[in-house]
């Protein structure tokens, strides 16, 4: 069974920091894009960070200098840890795993994220 579960959302002040994490099961996870999206309330959902099978990340023009993307594939697991958070990035932030080249893909439910003061 194919399984993805995202912690480390909650509530966080202007400028704060917030590590999330995503911890997988169910398939070969190192054969996986690994990604995070967000969907803010009313918003579409958009690619916050990918960190490809091999190894390379990728950001969104938004997050760049201030996200990181990681993954561990020993334990399955994909990171975001998130600095200079800014209210704008309030959402609600989805782990997704994408095969490398097969048409398989993977969502887990969601960690809410709020940055308020």
């Known amino acids: 069974q194919v399984q993805l579960v995202e912690s480390g959302g909650g509530l966080v002040q202007p400028g704060g920091s917030l590590r999330l994490s995503c911890v997988a099961s169910g398939f070969t996870f190192s054969r996986y894009h690994m990604s995070w999206y967000r969907q803010a309330p009313g918003k579409e959902r958009e690619l916050v960070a990918v960190?490809?099978?091999?190894?390379?990340?990728n950001y969104a023009d938004s997050v760049k200098g201030r996200f990181t993307i990681s993954r561990v594939n020993a334990k399955n697991m994909v990171f975001l840890q998130m600095n200079s958070l800014k209210p704008d990035d309030t959402a609600d932030y989805y782990c997704?795993?994408?095969?490398?080249?097969?048409?398989?893909?993977?969502w887990g439910q969601g960690t809410q994220v709020t940055v308020s003061s």
């Open positions: 997704n795993a994408k095969h490398s080249y097969l048409q398989l893909a993977y």
């Open positions: 960190m490809t099978s091999g190894g390379s990340p």
